[in-house]
């Protein structure tokens, strides 16, 4: 069965700090597709990227990069010199065709100014 | 270009009637989730819709909710004889088949 663990429920930093934010997955399948979703105050889910399983390069866009590790079932997500319009929960996903969208708990970002 | 609608944004409801959600995905996406979220809490599955598949019901939490998608576009969520916990945020999302999906605004239910 698929599973995404964010263990990290609450994240508390200053500005202008780095921050990972942990996900590890678990699948049977060899195909399947992790994402990221910053979740803001306002409510609105937001879906920030999207990796299939046969592609583990890293990504990085702007500010923020994702670390996708098969050998430990991980795929990270660090925020670079974090501003406070940062704050948010950020979930992590994935998918596989034998199931449907499976989303981790959720951890909550707070950017102190 | 549009992207997942629902309405309505807020409903407010006496406890033990029923209220029907409604949302609009993008248009040609095959795939439609509903999810409930309570405040300060993570997405709670509900349904799932693939295509003509049988949708994935496993979520719901009692028969008192059900949904329906209509020509593989537009889908209902009701709730009979609601209750206080129902109150929540009722999400829709809709992607193409495993892609990523897209996240309506919410409809925000409370039941009094």
């Known amino acids: 069965a698929q599973k995404v663990t964010q263990a990290q429920t609450e994240i508390s930093v200053v500005e202008k700090e780095d921050v990972t934010l942990d996900c590890v997955y678990e699948t049977r399948d060899t195909t399947y597709y992790l994402f990221w979703y910053k979740q803001p105050p306002s409510g609105e889910l937001v879906f920030l990227i999207r990796r299939n399983s046969f592609d583990e390069q890293n990504e990085i866009s702007g500010r923020y990069s994702w670390n996708f590790q098969k050998s430990t079932s991980s795929f990270n997500f660090t925020i670079t010199a974090s501003q406070v319009v940062d704050s948010a929960v950020y979930f992590c996903a994935s998918y596989s065709s034998a199931s449907k969208i499976i989303f981790g708990s959720g951890t909550r970002l707070s950017i102190r100014p | 270009g549009a992207g997942v609608s629902q309405s309505p944004s807020n409903k407010v409801t006496e406890k033990g009637k029923d209220v029907e959600l409604r949302c609009d995905p993008i248009?040609?996406?095959?795939?439609l989730y509903w999810y409930r979220q309570s405040l300060g809490q993570g997405l709670e599955f509900l349904i799932y819709f693939q295509g003509n598949s049988a949708p994935d019901k496993s979520g719901l939490p009692s028969d008192r909710f059900s949904a329906e998608r209509t020509g593989g576009s537009v889908s209902t969520l009701t709730i009979q004889r609601t209750q206080q916990e129902d109150s929540a945020v009722y999400l829709c999302?809709?992607?193409?088949?495993?892609?990523?999906?897209?996240f309506g605004p919410g409809t925000r239910l409370t039941v009094t």
């Open positions: 999302a809709s992607s193409f088949q495993g892609y990523e999906q897209y």
């Open positions: 248009s040609g996406h095959t795939a």
